[in-house]
């Protein structure tokens, strides 16, 4: 068992930063894929960003203004968030997938914390 913890959410004007944090505990492995996810109201969880052996993968729609990385030795992960518009508003999820399989698909996960609300004011 994984067990994830976010922290870090808030509200931001449009233009500001927030720098998510991840608490990783149980049987980490730093094997494991880490990833953020995030659900706006009335839409489908949606791939942020990830990260497996030292490379990351981003979404489009953030590629350039997110930022995944990972400490190991502390079982952290981060996503620091520069830039942030309103269409970034949403519940932002932690997960970690411990089996092969795609990387940017929410149900190849199978450890999730319960999420942080990030809002972004225009």
């Known amino acids: 068992q994984v067990q994830l913890v976010e922290s870090g959410g808030g509200l931001v004007q449009a233009g500001g930063s927030l720098r998510l944090s991840c608490a990783a505990s149980?049987?980490?492995?730093?094997?494991?894929?880490m990833g953020w996810f995030r659900q706006a109201p009335g839409k489908e969880r949606a791939f942020v960003a990830t990260?497996?052996?030292?490379?990351?993968y981003y979404a489009d729609s953030v590629k350039g203004r997110f930022t995944i990385s990972r400490d190991s030795a502390k079982n952290m992960v981060y996503l620091q968030m520069n830039s942030l518009k309103p269409e970034d508003t949403a519940v932002y999820y932690c997960?970690?997938?411990?089996?092969?399989?795609?990387?940017?698909?929410?149900?190849?996960?199978?450890?999730w914390g319960q999420g942080t609300q990030v809002t972004v004011s225009s």
């Open positions: 990260m497996l052996d030292g490379t990351t």
């Open positions: 997960a970690a997938k411990t089996t092969s399989g795609r990387l940017n698909v929410a149900y190849e996960y199978n450890y």
């Open positions: 149980g049987r980490t492995s730093s094997n494991y894929a």
